[in-house]
């Protein structure tokens, strides 16, 4: 399996998706690109939607399905009760390849909810 070459895209689309984290590491199943096909994430944001601060852990695995090694974008952050944490934005936007897969993990289950906005580009 290989990346795509980005420099002769045939399609670039733009899509949005959602997850709500719990305690067991959770595979982000759509950030997981197909054959052929390469995801870049422009924004990732976690908001606590509890009375109480909770734990978000956001990793990039070196392959698919939350395998590899985790390569963490933020660790054990905690998110402030009824607040919402930037994880990744337009300045600090990064490639997930078709061997690689983002995993989530909070401290408390149903706690955060996660919204990513990336494109598909193949």
Do not use: C
């Not at 949005?16 to 199943?29: C, G, K, L, P, Q």
């Amino acid at each position: 399996m290989a990346n795509p070459n980005i420099t002769s895209v045939t399609s670039i689309l733009g899509t949005t998706s959602y997850m709500v984290a719990t305690t067991n590491a959770t595979t982000w199943t759509d950030l997981t690109p197909a054959t052929n096909k390469v995801h870049k994430v422009n924004t990732m944001i976690a908001s606590n939607v509890t009375a109480t601060a909770a734990l978000i852990t956001v990793s990039v695995n070196s392959a698919i399905s939350g395998g590899g090694t985790p390569y963490r974008l933020v660790y054990q952050i905690s998110v402030p009760a009824n607040a919402s944490l930037i994880i990744a934005d337009k300045t600090t936007s990064f490639y997930i390849g078709e061997s690689q897969s983002v995993v989530v993990t909070s401290g408390t289950t149903m706690a955060i909810e996660l919204i990513a906005s990336y494109e598909v580009i193949s």
